[in-house]
C-alpha cells in the first residue's frame, strides 16, 4: 500500500518562509512524478508545483513562479517544496501526490496517490 506522509506546514508571517516535506513509502519512489497541490478557504484544489521521477524537470504554476521550489531526493524517498516570500493568499492545505506512470502533469486526474494534507496558514 503505497502512503504519502506531509510534514512541515504552520503558521507564518507574511514574507517568511517553510518547507514542506513528503515522505512515500510502499512502492519505489524513484519511478514516481511528484506534485504540490493546495486548497485555499472556499476554492477549487490548485496544482502547485511537479518533478519528474528524476529530478531534473520541474513546472509550477504561475503564482509561485519564483517563490517556490520543488525538490526530491530519491535515496531517502522524500519530495520537498521550499516555499519564501510567502503571501497570504498562499494559506491552504497542501497536499503531496505521486503519479506512478512518471509524467507529472498539472491535472489533479493524473496521479493516483495522495497525502492527507498540511495547513499552511500565511498570516498578513
Known amino acids: 500500500q503505497v502512503q504519502l506522509v506531509e510534514s512541515g506546514g504552520g503558521l507564518v508571517q507574511a514574507g517568511g518562509s517553510l518547507r514542506l516535506s513528503c515522505e512515500v513509502s510502499?512502492?519505489?519512489?524513484?519511478?514516481?512524478?511528484m506534485a504540490w497541490f493546495r486548497q485555499g478557504p472556499g476554492k477549487e484544489r490548485e496544482f502547485v508545483a511537479a518533478i519528474s521521477p528524476g529530478g531534473s524537470t520541474t513546472n509550477y504554476a504561475d503564482s509561485v513562479k519564483g517563490r517556490f521550489t520543488i525538490s526530491r531526493d530519491n535515496a531517502k524517498g522524500t519530495d520537498y517544496l521550499q516555499m519564501n516570500t510567502l503571501k497570504p493568499e498562499d494559506t491552504a492545505v497542501y497536499y503531496c501526490a505521486a503519479d506512478p506512470y512518471g509524467l507529472g502533469t498539472h491535472r489533479s486526474t493524473s496521479y493516483d496517490y495522495w497525502g492527507q494534507g498540511t495547513q499552511v496558514t500565511v498570516s498578513s
Open positions: 510502499g512502492r519505489t519512489f524513484s519511478i514516481l512524478a
